[in-house]
């Protein structure tokens, strides 16, 4: 049923696309003439790609690389002129057959509409750090997400993709850490509505912009402590042609960097040398990882949009396929989106619909990184099948297994779909005022999978006989906003208020069953209930249900006086249901900004230097939640049964203490910025130095108990401090008719520490906790949070050298050295290692266009960091015997000697390294066809892409761009940063030759 649903679906989007199809037509007028033209800019020199309208109609023309045009229009007609940059003509035809046009400069850069909270500004107006990217200089290419599209463009933005699973998402923070256990997530605000980067296509969206600073996110309160990306989709458009077109790609995949380990014949060599026992020699030589890998992994992307309308009603229509086959067998994602956007205009422009639809579907196919971690370890000498067809397998040995059998005896498919409807209406009963009101409702749900048939060597092992397992869940997202604005100018004065109100509620409901011992494999996760272990009560059954809401007022005042002095004043008060049981739920969050056009002021008047400088501050306070709810209540859980009355009774235990004083954690921050545009836009940017402190941290303290119910209670207690620098150069650096040239650099660095963990109430017993964990066979922490000092210092033992017979000689916190068997290994002989956060990003962007060629390279990177290798510290000691290792566990340590197989695994500061790195990431070159002529083909575009091109680093790992949030207790919190798993999935580089075209 649930399947005929989402085809019905499908078949009803289908038929609205190709309805639209069908409407497109030639647009015939009476009287008609052929007008023919040259349009120019100021100076003389011709304009390509000026659009040009037949005003009332869907009628219109493009100039050509030249600057000409011709088209057919009536004598009577009105041609509209429209070109990025330049002021919008309007010129009457008046029966002429020729007709040229000089455009004129309306200083673009200043004029441009940025879009910030609950609205938008003229970018001269602008008094925040605020960065838009908009959709010609996205990152071209595959992405997995909307945040790939970023990478490298924003000062300040760390957008990273430290695996190459088809199904993993983009990690990202701006500006740094700001909590220890609250939300670390940045708002999406997609269409001016709260959504995730899975709710939204990357082929569908326009632009993004960035608010960076707390006086620009203070207006989304609780939510906006991390930082807001605002997400603005390509929409319809008035009096628009009938049109439709198409961008599709194909990309091939290569894993960017393999690790080296040893060979079949490296161990019989080891085995002739007498290092290795003779046992081990399977007769095969086996490449593991290529067994594992698809040949050939290719995936593309095909996307069709239809757009067409007039002065009242128009329409927008997309629909995006996509499939990503993974490097590894049976690991891909697949993904088709479709999605409507329709305007209507009544009441002379008075009265404004929109209404948009959105429908995802994904059909996924995970990688489960444990078969990665079984090729590191699997002896090379072994075959991948029996000389009968059959798997290689070794039911006794538990040190690894054969992952190709693995893979293909195991079954995990993923199903979820989102659904999106939201409705705009906005209306101007007179001048100046502007009433809105958004609704949305948002649909998710997954269907989970997975079954492990008789065949499977870990259930061969357990003796289980199949093992099943299905999860499900549905959420759903409510979403209200109503709005006042009104805008008044009184001479040299221009004042807007703007007033609103917000709700916002999610109903989220999940099960999860599990069961083994099945009496066949033929049905898997289908016959879940046949399972033997249910009737014996060794399955397992869950299911949970949230709910929560968040209600706001909102308001904000913003001043212009002269064009020269700039005033934004806002506040926000949030009450979220995750404080439900606190005495205080509702949080104030005020922002206030200033602005002073410097370039406006009489003194600057003679001065040929700069167009624009404008020096700006802001400061604002938002508040971050907790990532659980109902924290501030007491808590009981299942505890053990116990024996009454001739009956098990099932007890109640206590599982938290309430806490009615929790609140919100507070960042306050102030940003100082100056942005600037010199020599008439040949050189622009900003600068930005920011100081955020976080109070009000929370953190699970360890209290007395009795009189306490449960011996640890959560508090706000802490402050963190943050804080920044960034900056951004744009250079026109050539600007001539047949060729321009831009170029971009961004650069920014950030320190993040804990400035306090206690308060009067609540006392830690130390200074410091630790976190991160190198996963068994060694199982410590890696990282150290401690008062006073940076998020990310690795601690652990310091070595300096190793003996003439292969064993780490030590350094103590006193700076003494003690040889291997005098040093005591326990947490005081620890120290700093290093940190995992880089200190500085930079990234490089350049654009190049000559005639209809154009070619664009982005480079990014990143310093002042280190790299936990945990690929060398598990696979680099010639202690491990009985599985796979690295060729470079043979080489001598320090220079000194190889390692004395005698030493076990240790995690040591000789698997730190500098993570220093820059990538030449993406590289893109296309050709347009803009001489074509063509009655039905326009603009067609050919271009060929890389993306992960080429890396410059001493990181000897395979990656340098790994983890940058770390983990605490399995929630990724950026404690514990900059450690490249070793069973994590590769990350690749890719080929992409792609298609564009308009019909």
């Known amino acids: 049923m649930k399947k005929n649903r989402l085809y019905l679906r499908y078949k009803l989007l289908f038929a609205f696309f190709l309805a639209s199809a069908f409407t497109l037509c030639a647009h015939a007028q009476t009287g008609s003439i052929k007008i023919k033209g040259k349009v120019k800019d100021a100076k003389g020199i011709a304009l390509p790609g000026v659009s040009i309208k037949i005003k009332g109609t869907q009628g219109g023309a493009q100039t050509s690389l030249e600057g000409d045009f011709v088209l057919t229009a009536p004598g009577n007609a009105t041609l509209v002129f429209t070109f990025v940059g330049f002021t919008t003509q309007e010129v009457p035809v008046n029966n002429r057959t020729v007709i040229n046009v000089v455009l004129t400069d309306n200083n673009q850069a200043l004029s441009e509409v940025v879009v910030i909270g609950y609205g938008a500004q003229r970018k001269a107006d602008v008094t925040s750090a605020v960065t838009t990217v908009k959709s010609t200089d996205f990152v071209t290419g595959p992405v997995s997400d909307a945040a790939g599209l970023l990478k490298g463009k924003v000062a300040g933005l760390t957008v990273s993709t430290p695996s190459g699973d088809p199904n993993a998402q983009s990690q990202i923070m701006l500006r740094g850490n700001n909590s220890l256990y609250g939300n670390?997530?940045?708002?999406?605000?997609?269409?001016?509505?709260?959504?995730?980067?899975?709710?939204?296509?990357?082929?569908?969206?326009?632009?993004?912009?960035?608010?960076?600073?707390?006086?620009?996110?203070?207006?989304?309160?609780?939510?906006?402590?991390?930082?807001?990306?605002?997400?603005?989709?390509?929409?319809?458009?008035?009096?628009?042609?009938?049109?439709?077109?198409?961008?599709?790609?194909?990309?091939?995949?290569?894993?960017?960097?393999?690790?080296?380990?040893?060979?079949?014949?490296?161990?019989?060599?080891?085995?002739?040398?007498?290092?290795?026992?003779?046992?081990?020699?399977?007769?095969?030589?086996?490449?593991?990882?290529?067994?594992?890998?698809?040949?050939?992994?290719?995936?593309?992307?095909?996307?069709?949009?239809?757009?067409?309308?007039?002065?009242?009603?128009?329409?927008?229509?997309?629909?995006?396929?996509?499939?990503?086959?993974?490097?590894?067998?049976?690991?891909?994602?697949?993904?088709?989106?479709?999605?409507?956007?329709?305007?209507?205009?009544?009441?002379?422009?008075?009265?404004?619909?929109?209404?948009?639809?959105?429908?995802?579907?994904?059909?996924?196919?995970?990688?489960?990184?444990?078969?990665?971690?079984?090729?590191?370890?699997?002896?090379?000498?072994?075959?991948?099948?029996?000389?009968?067809?059959?798997?290689?397998?070794?039911?006794?040995?538990?040190?690894?297994?054969?992952?190709?059998?693995?893979?293909?005896?195991?079954?995990?498919?993923?199903?979820?779909?989102?659904?999106?409807?939201?409705?705009?209406?906005?209306?101007?009963?007179?001048?100046?005022?502007?009433?809105?009101?958004?609704?949305?409702?948002?649909?998710?749900?997954?269907?989970?999978?997975?079954?492990?048939?008789?065949?499977?060597?870990?259930?061969?092992?357990?003796?289980?006989?199949?093992?099943?397992?299905?999860?499900?869940?549905?959420?759903?997202?409510?979403?209200?906003?109503?709005?006042?604005?009104?805008?008044?100018?009184?001479?040299?004065?221009?004042?807007?208020?703007l007033g609103g109100y917000e709700y916002q509620d999610n109903n989220t409901f999940t099960t999860q069953m599990d069961n083994h011992n099945f009496p066949t494999d033929l049905f898997g996760y289908n016959d879940i209930f046949t399972g033997a272990a249910l009737k014996l009560g060794n399955a397992n059954m869950a299911s949970s249900q949230s709910l929560t809401n968040l209600i706001s007022y909102i308001g904000r005042l913003t001043y212009n006086y002269k064009e020269k002095y700039l005033l934004l004043a806002s506040l926000r008060i949030d009450g979220a249901s995750q404080f439900y049981g606190a005495a205080h739920p509702f949080g104030k969050f005020p922002a206030v900004q200033a602005g002073w056009r410097i370039t406006k002021e009489s003194f600057m008047e003679d001065q040929k230097i700069f167009d624009d400088l404008k020096l700006r501050v802001g400061y604002g306070i938002t508040g971050n939640p907790p990532r659980k709810s109902f924290l501030a209540v007491g808590l009981l859980d299942y505890g053990?049964?116990?024996?009454?009355?001739?009956?098990?009774?099932?007890?109640?235990?206590?599982?938290?203490?309430?806490?009615?004083?929790?609140?919100?954690?507070?960042?306050?921050?102030?940003?100082?910025?100056?942005?600037?545009?010199?020599?008439?836009?040949?050189?622009?940017?900003?600068?930005?130095?920011?100081?955020?402190?976080?109070?009000?941290?929370?953190?699970?303290?360890?209290?007395?108990?009795?009189?306490?119910?449960?011996?640890?209670?959560?508090?706000?207690?802490?402050?963190?401090?943050?804080?920044?620098?960034?900056?951004?150069?744009?250079?026109?650096?050539?600007?001539?008719?047949?060729?321009?040239?831009?170029?971009?650099?961004?650069?920014?660095?950030?320190?993040?520490?804990?400035?306090?963990?206690?308060?009067?109430?609540?006392?830690?017993?130390?200074?410091?906790?630790?976190?991160?964990?190198?996963?068994?066979?060694?199982?410590?922490?890696?990282?150290?949070?401690?008062?006073?000092?940076?998020?990310?210092?690795?601690?652990?033992?310091?070595?300096?050298?190793?003996?003439?017979?292969?064993?780490?000689?030590?350094?103590?916190?006193?700076?003494?050295?003690?040889?291997?068997?005098?040093?005591?290994?326990?947490?005081?002989?620890?120290?700093?290692?290093?940190?995992?956060?880089?200190?500085?990003?930079?990234?490089?962007?350049?654009?190049?266009?000559?005639?209809?060629?154009?070619?664009?390279?982005?480079?990014?990177?990143?310093?002042?960091?280190?790299?936990?290798?945990?690929?060398?510290?598990?696979?680099?000691?010639t202690s491990v015997t009985n599985y796979n290792r690295l060729k470079s566990s043979e080489d001598k340590v320090f220079g000194t000697a190889v390692l004395n197989k005698t030493v076990p695994l240790e995690f040591n500061s000789y698997y730190i390294e500098n993570g220093d790195y820059w990538k030449i990431d993406n590289i893109n070159l296309g050709y347009t066809w803009r001489k074509l002529k063509s009655k039905f083909v326009h603009n067609p575009r050919i271009y060929i892409s890389t993306v992960n091109t080429f890396t410059i680093t001493k990181y000897k790992g395979l990656d340098p761009e790994v983890d940058r949030f770390g983990d605490v207790n399995g929630d990724s919190q950026g404690l514990s940063p900059g450690v490249e798993s070793r069973d994590t999935y590769p990350t690749v580089r890719t080929f992409t030759i792609g298609l564009s075209a308009s019909f």
């Not at 128009?314 to 993904?335: E, M, P, V």
């Not at 070595?799 to 005081?828: M, R």
């Not at 190049?848 to 945990?870: E, P």
């Open 640 to 877: 053990n049964s116990v024996l009454y009355n001739g009956q098990f009774i099932q007890t109640l235990s206590p599982s938290q203490n309430a806490n009615p004083g929790l609140r919100w954690e507070e960042k306050h921050e102030t940003d100082l910025g100056l942005d600037y545009s010199m020599f008439k836009g040949l050189i622009t940017g900003t600068i930005d130095a920011y100081k955020r402190k976080v109070t009000d941290l929370l953190y699970n303290f360890a209290v007395p108990s009795p009189p306490n119910l449960y011996p640890y209670t959560f508090a706000n207690a802490g402050t963190m401090e943050n804080k920044g620098l960034e900056v951004v150069i744009n250079i026109n650096a050539i600007k001539k008719r047949d060729f321009q040239w831009t170029t971009s650099f961004n650069f920014s660095t950030n320190s993040n520490k804990l400035i306090s963990l206690s308060n009067d109430i609540y006392q830690t017993t130390s200074d410091f906790f630790t976190t991160g964990n190198t996963g068994d066979p060694i199982t410590t922490s890696t990282n150290i949070v401690r008062v006073g000092r940076n998020i990310g210092d690795f601690y652990g033992f310091k070595v300096t050298g190793v003996s003439s017979d292969g064993k780490w000689i030590y350094q103590e916190p006193d700076g003494t050295t003690k040889p291997y068997d005098q040093f005591n290994h326990n947490f005081n002989d620890k120290q700093v290692l290093g940190n995992g956060i880089p200190k500085y990003y930079a990234g490089w962007n350049n654009t190049l266009h000559y005639k209809d060629w154009d070619f664009g390279v982005t480079m990014r990177g990143a310093f002042g960091f280190q790299i936990l290798n945990s690929l060398r510290m598990n696979y680099e000691n």
């Open 184 to 497: 670390l997530g940045l708002l999406y605000i997609i269409d001016g509505v709260p959504g995730d980067l899975l709710t939204v296509a990357p082929e569908d969206i326009a632009e993004i912009s960035v608010l960076k600073d707390g006086s620009s996110a203070a207006i989304y309160g609780v939510r906006g402590s991390n930082g807001v990306i605002i997400i603005t989709t390509k929409h319809a458009t008035g009096s628009a042609i009938n049109q439709v077109d198409y961008n599709g790609n194909e990309t091939y995949s290569q894993i960017s960097k393999k690790p080296d380990l040893l060979t079949g014949d490296d161990y019989r060599r080891q085995i002739a040398a007498g290092t290795r026992d003779p046992n081990y020699d399977l007769g095969s030589n086996t490449n593991w990882i290529k067994a594992m890998s698809n040949s050939f992994p290719v995936s593309h992307i095909h996307g069709l949009t239809f757009r067409g309308g007039n002065d009242q009603t128009n329409y927008l229509a997309s629909l995006n396929y996509r499939y990503n086959q993974g490097i590894f067998l049976k690991s891909d994602h697949q993904q088709i989106t479709g999605r409507v956007d329709i305007n209507h205009i009544m009441l002379d422009g008075k009265l404004k619909f929109n209404l948009g639809l959105l429908q995802t579907n994904f059909n996924d196919h995970p990688f489960n990184t444990y078969d990665y971690e079984q090729q590191l370890k699997m002896n090379p000498t072994a075959p991948v099948r029996m000389p009968d067809g059959s798997f290689y397998q070794e039911p006794n040995n538990f040190e690894y297994q054969n992952p190709v059998s693995d893979i293909y005896n195991t079954d995990q498919p993923q199903t979820s779909f989102n659904s999106k409807y939201n409705a705009t209406i906005t209306y101007l009963p007179v001048v100046g005022l502007r009433l809105s009101a958004i609704g949305s409702y948002t649909k998710h749900g997954y269907l989970n999978r997975y079954f492990a048939n008789f065949d499977n060597i870990s259930t061969i092992r357990d003796k289980q006989n199949g093992v099943a397992d299905i999860s499900q869940g549905q959420s759903v997202d409510r979403y209200l906003n109503l709005s006042a604005e009104y805008s008044k100018s009184i001479g040299d004065h221009r004042l807007t208020l």
